[in-house]
């Protein structure tokens, strides 16, 4: 109930705030870019925000991510999505929770293969996020996982960002004491992680 609601509530501000014809970049993700327990604009999509707005780039940027969504949840809001928004580039930040929650890897695999044809059926350039889980999963399973992003980025023309949480996961600092979310101190390093990927789409949005 409570990611209905958000989605309700996502699509009815994008209906009033956005015109139609507005070109759009979307952040479809879970709580790694939803500013888990911490205020909005210290999230990594805001400061993305903030530098595309720098750069010059005319461009919306609409943060669509929800603490604890999977892929499957993700192909539901992204279908209504893409009904109410010009989106010129959707970047994808999903699967960490199917991995936390044992998910099949080629359940996951077919979920996100699902989102990118969907994406690339409206017309837009896709950005996909690799994720890799902790090592206590078991190695096996965290391999087949780990292993998911790169098949999928070699079989698709998404831009692909190999490990979105680089510079973050393995520095205590960074993160939260949970050991899985960044902090605020780690949100740069997943913006400095994705913008060298997403600079070249931007230079080519009329």
Same mark, same amino acid.
């Given at each position: 109930?409570?990611?209905? /609601?958000?989605?309700?509530?996502?699509?009815?501000?994008?209906?009033?705030?956005?015109?139609?014809?507005?070109?759009?970049?979307?952040?479809?993700?879970?709580?790694?870019?939803?500013?888990?327990?911490?205020?909005?604009?210290?999230?990594?999509?805001?400061?993305?925000?903030?530098?595309?707005?720098?750069?010059?780039?005319?461009?919306?940027?609409?943060?669509?991510?929800?603490?604890?969504?999977?892929?499957?949840?993700?192909?539901?809001?992204?279908?209504?999505? /893409?009904?109410?928004?010009?989106?010129?580039?959707?970047?994808?930040? /999903?699967?960490?929770?199917?991995?936390?929650?044992?998910?099949?890897?080629?359940?996951?695999?077919?979920?996100?293969?699902?989102?990118?044809?969907?994406?690339?059926?409206?017309?837009?350039?896709?950005?996909?996020?690799?994720?890799?889980?902790?090592?206590?999963?078991?190695?096996?399973?965290?391999?087949?996982?780990?292993?998911?992003?790169?098949?999928?980025?070699?079989?698709?023309?998404?831009?692909?960002?190999?490990?979105?949480?680089?510079?973050?996961?393995?520095?205590?600092?960074?993160?939260?004491?949970?050991?899985?979310?960044?902090?605020?101190?780690?949100?740069?390093?997943?913006?400095?992680?994705?913008?060298?990927?997403?600079?070249?789409?931007?230079?080519?949005?009329?």
């Amino acid at each position: 109930m409570r990611i209905l /609601l958000s989605l309700l509530f996502i699509l009815g501000h994008f209906a009033l705030t956005l015109p139609a014809s507005a070109g759009s970049l979307v952040v479809l993700g879970d709580s790694l870019s939803s500013a888990h327990n911490m205020k909005p604009e210290q999230g990594w999509v805001h400061l993305l925000e903030q530098r595309i707005q720098r750069e010059g780039y005319a461009l919306d940027v609409i943060n669509a991510s929800v603490s604890g969504d999977t892929t499957q949840n993700g192909i539901a809001r992204l279908k209504l999505l /893409l009904q109410k928004i010009d989106a010129d580039i959707v970047i994808i930040e /999903l699967g960490g929770n199917d991995g936390l929650r044992g998910t099949p890897p080629f359940a996951i695999r077919n979920n996100l293969l699902r989102l990118i044809d969907m994406v690339e059926d409206a017309e837009a350039d896709v950005v996909l996020l690799g994720i890799q889980l902790p090592a206590n999963y078991g190695a096996a399973y965290t391999e087949a996982f780990r292993e998911i992003y790169p098949d999928i980025a070699d079989e698709t023309d998404a831009v692909f960002v190999p490990f979105f949480m680089e510079q973050v996961a393995l520095v205590p600092e960074r993160m939260q004491a949970d050991g899985i979310h960044p902090n605020a101190k780690g949100q740069p390093y997943l913006l400095e992680t994705v913008w060298p990927h997403l600079e070249a789409l931007l230079e080519n949005i009329d």
